[in-house]
């Protein structure tokens, strides 16, 4: 095989226990295609293809926790019960024997949770800190959504808390149990863990309200509770951002060292990769420096990072969403150029690698990249 153009995104990466033997990694993407939240044939299908066609690391789609209110649509995955489990085995198993190696996102949907879609659980909104949506009237998600959640609703107990926090742990646990290499946790975009640690929803004055380091203790104690289960070795990844769905424009931190408060606080906890979500992997995250977020979370922690957002595509998700056409692009040398300055160790491919499961592959030998076909996020292939 003619050597990569791109080789450096195929050397190996070594975080606990666990080797890599690239670079790039399929971004978390849920897809909605495990009735009553246990994944099928299909889904470890959909996994197992994504190994084959050379991703070093895969990381699932948003999984649920065993919490009644973590998730609306009936079928997203969940990281309990046995049927679930025995799936992800399924899947886990799939992944290993085409030599690739997977991860299980954990999520909590909180305030973004949408009632309406829970078959079992409509009369439940979601949980939130301090009750709180978010503010209203920024670029956020569509109006009809928004009036059916922007209602207060009463803040969580700190015995809620606490159990979210076990319920988290006990997932993790269940997973490494079935053989996932590492456990990843959403910790950005709006939902549960992120509304703790953005003042407009978190306005609680006890230990997990107040200043920076109080609003990062949620995601700290529940990393700590889930290391505590998986043993000091399981790598750790944590995927963080500053915008919100409730807000695009949102910020966790106005300059870096208050955006280090937070992210120091997880890396203290137990977190070995910061996952840095962004909507285009070549945007600044702070005036007077061209350094993406994850390159900022490396150099403010020093754990390793991985940055996202538009690779080897023409456009970002929300102008895919508002109908722009996703045509094929090879940034890579952007991206290269980024990597080899030290700004991250990991990529996330999304929709490229959704269109095509041997986008690693086709990177490895050269090939040209494939555009993107929308009509992939309606089918698992």
């Known amino acids: ?34 009735a009553g939240g246990v994944p099928g044939e299909d889904v470890a299908g959909y996994y197992r293809r994504r190994a084959e066609g050379g991703a070093g690391l895969i990381v699932t789609e948003g999984t649920g926790i065993e919490d009644p209110e973590a998730l609306d649509s009936p079928a997203i995955p969940a990281m309990y019960g046995d049927a679930a489990l025995a799936g992800w085995k399924r899947v886990v198993d799939g992944v290993h024997a ?9 999520w909590h949907q909180g305030a973004l949770r949408d009632a309406r879609k829970s078959p079992t659980h409509p009369h439940l909104p ?7 949506w978010g503010p209203v009237g920024h670029h956020s998600l569509p109006k009809d959504y928004i009036d059916t959640v922007i209602s207060p609703t009463r803040p969580m107990t700190e015995e ?14 269940n997973a490494i149990k079935v053989g996932f290499d590492g456990i990843a946790i959403h910790g950005g975009h709006g939902y549960l863990i992120d509304t703790f640690f953005w003042h407009e929803t978190n306005c609680r004055n006890d230990r997990y309200g107040g200043g920076l380091k109080q609003r990062a203790e949620f995601g700290a104690e ?16 944590f995927r963080f951002s500053q915008h919100k769905q409730q807000d695009y424009y949102a910020r966790l931190g106005q300059t870096p060292d208050e955006l280090g408060v937070i ?3 997880l890396g203290d906890a137990g977190v070995d990769i910061m996952d840095a979500s962004i909507r285009g992997f070549d945007t600044p995250a ?4 061209d350094l993406n977020l994850a390159g900022w979370a490396k150099k403010l922690t020093g754990k390793l990072s991985s940055t996202v957002g538009g690779i080897g595509l023409s456009n970002r998700l929300e102008e895919m969403f508002a109908g722009g056409e996703t045509k094929a692009l090879d940034n890579l040398d952007r991206v290269l150029e980024r990597f080899d300055n030290g700004e991250f160790d990991l990529i996330l491919v999304g929709r490229g690698m959704l269109g095509d ?11 040209p990249l494939a555009p993107f076909d929308r009509a992939a996020l309606g089918r698992l292939t």
């Open 1 to 34: 095989m003619t050597e990569s153009k791109h080789g450096a995104l195929f050397t190996p990466l070594t975080v606990g226990d666990l080797t890599l033997k690239n670079r790039i990694v399929m971004a978390p993407m849920t897809r909605q295609f495990s």
């Open 98 to 106: 085409a030599g690739g190696r997977i991860f299980p996102q954990l």
């Open 126 to 132: 979601g949980r939130r800190p301090s009750g709180l």
């Open 160 to 173: 809620e808390i606490a159990d979210v926090v076990v319920a988290f742990a006990r997932a993790a646990k």
């Open 222 to 237: 529940l990393v700590r509770a889930i290391r505590r289960e998986i043993g000091p070795d399981k790598p750790i990844m």
């Open 263 to 265: 992210l120091n606080a």
């Open 286 to 289: 702070f005036e007077g420096s």
């Open 357 to 367: 499961p041997a986008w690693s592959d086709r990177v490895r030998a050269n090939a």
